[in-house]
């Protein structure tokens, strides 16, 4: 596994190793001891899974401390452009944000870590997106950024997402009281 950080306790691209042979090909997505000796010894509690069509922007989402999540996310089939936005008040890079293009094809990894909001936009139909969460779902802590707040200045690839009515309606930077 190869292990690409981007920021110092910032968000982290990892690429496991593929074993191909005539059958297809096998890949470990997950080693706590591998992740550990690579300085991320985050306990995952909860595995979640979200089908989305070509076009859907889930986010940008996060739970309040002391609920707050860390992710690893992957794509088991598609593509996906996943943001990770720095929420952390005294953070340097506070308010910006980290790009990974998930490949199924490449099997790549994103680990974003507690005081990042999160979110993702589909580039395929049938994108499955599969994720580990570091503390269990807590909908009273839930937490989230507008997609589209100019102060972020994010790319998403797309011209008209399909949001949810919750993803709508969510804050602004300004206006974030995210807890971190
Ligand atoms: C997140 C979650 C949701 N739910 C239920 C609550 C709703 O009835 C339904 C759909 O939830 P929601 O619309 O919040 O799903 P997403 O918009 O995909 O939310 C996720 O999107 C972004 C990408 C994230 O990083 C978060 O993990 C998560 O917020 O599943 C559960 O039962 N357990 C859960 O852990």
């Not at 993702?120 to 570091?134: E, G, P, Q, R, V």
């Not at 009515?165 to 602004?172: T, V």
Request: charged content about 20%.
């Amino acid at each position: 596994m190869e292990f690409k950080r981007f920021l110092m306790d910032g968000p982290v691209e990892i690429i496991p190793r593929r074993f191909g042979d005539a059958r297809g090909y096998f890949f470990e997505s997950y080693s706590y001891r591998v992740f550990a000796e690579n300085g991320i010894s985050t306990e995952f509690v909860q595995d979640n899974q979200s089908v989305s069509q070509r076009g859907v922007l889930r986010g940008l989402h996060f739970q309040k401390p002391p609920y707050a999540q860390a992710k690893l996310v992957r794509v088991a089939a598609g593509r996906a452009l996943d943001i990770a936005v720095d929420i952390r008040k005294n953070s340097p890079t506070y308010g910006q944000h980290i790009a990974c293009e998930l490949d199924a094809e490449k099997n790549n990894m994103f680990f974003i870590p507690e005081g990042f909001a999160h979110g993702f936009a589909a580039l395929t139909d049938n994108t499955i997106f599969m994720y580990k969460c570091s503390h269990y779902y807590n909908p009273a802590a839930e937490g989230g950024l507008l997609w589209n707040d100019p102060a972020l200045g994010i790319n998403w690839e797309l011209t008209e997402p399909i949001l949810s009515p919750k993803d709508i309606i969510l804050p602004k930077l300004q206006e974030l009281d995210s807890g971190f």
